[in-house]
Antibody, heavy 121, light 108 residues
Framework: EVQLVESGGGLVQPGRSLKLSCAASGFTFSNYGMAWVCQAPTKGLEWVASISTGGGNTYYRDSVKGRFTISRDNAKNTLYLQMDSLRSEDTATYYC??????????????WGQGVMVTVSS | AIVLNQSPSSIVASQGEKVTITCRASSSISSNYLHWYQQKPGAFPKLVIYSTSYRASGIPSRFSGSGSGTSYSFTISRVEAEDVATYYCQQGSSNPPTFGAGTKLELK
């Protein structure tokens, strides 16, 4: 059974950092591209960042470029999101999501339960 | 970025009724790159339809999708109580991937 379990969320002051983790199980993690998708309270879904199978290619939405870093450790079956210089507008639930099995797949076929990040003084 | 306009923003339907949601893209999208998700209250999103018309694993046949170019639709042929959720379209044709604003389905 595919499982994605996020951790590392919480309350943080503006300007500070937080690192999210996503532990993957039930599939060969190194074979799949991965992504982070966020959802502000009562709002819709927004893609945040993606990473290729080996980690060599990363992509970010404009509003987090230079502040967030997506990475992965295939030996530990874990996806990360390092969030620096956090802003109040980063407040959201962050979901770890698996991309489809083929490199051309652009959908997210499995999602974690999400982790809440609150940026407030 | 490609903007996806979903309509309606909310639907109130009776059990057994057919409902259709439309997703219109600001630029043409290959049908391979348009997908639909279901998010039940308090839960994470779940893939329902990928590449316009393919049902994801375990999805009942009452869910279907169609479309091409800039206009796509998602249909539930006979709404059931368990279908109460917000539905989102998503495009992966060009970076950044984008989602529609969502359509909230409620039961009468």
């Amino acid at each position: 059974e595919v499982q994605l379990v996020e951790s590392g969320g919480g309350l943080v002051q503006p300007g500070r950092s937080l690192k999210l983790s996503c532990a993957a199980s039930g599939f060969t993690f190194s074979n799949y591209g991965m992504a982070w998708v966020c959802q502000a309270p009562t709002k819709g879904l927004e893609w945040v960042a993606s990473i290729s199978t080996g980690g060599g290619n990363t992509y970010y939405r404009d509003s987090v470029k230079g502040r967030f870093t997506i990475s992965r450790d295939n030996a530990k079956n874990t996806l990360y999101l390092q969030m620096d210089s956090l802003r109040s507008e980063d407040t959201a639930t962050y979901y770890c999501a698996r991309r489809g099995p083929y490199t051309t797949d652009s959908y997210f076929d499995y999602w974690g339960q999400g982790v809440m990040v609150t940026v407030s003084s | 970025a490609i903007v996806l306009n979903q309509s309606p923003s909310s639907i109130v339907a009776s059990q057994g009724e057919k409902v259709t949601i439309t997703c219109r893209a600001s630029s043409s999208i290959s049908s391979n790159y348009l997908h639909w998700y279901q998010q039940k209250p308090g839960a994470f999103p779940k893939l329902v339809i990928y590449s316009t018309s393919y049902r994801a694993s375990g999805i009942p046949s009452r869910f279907s999708g169609s479309g091409s170019g800039t206009s796509y639709s998602f249909t539930i042929s006979r709404v059931e109580a368990e279908d109460v959720a917000t539905y989102y379209c998503q495009q992966g044709s060009s970076n950044p991937p984008t989602f529609g604003a969502g359509t909230k389905l409620e039961l009468k």
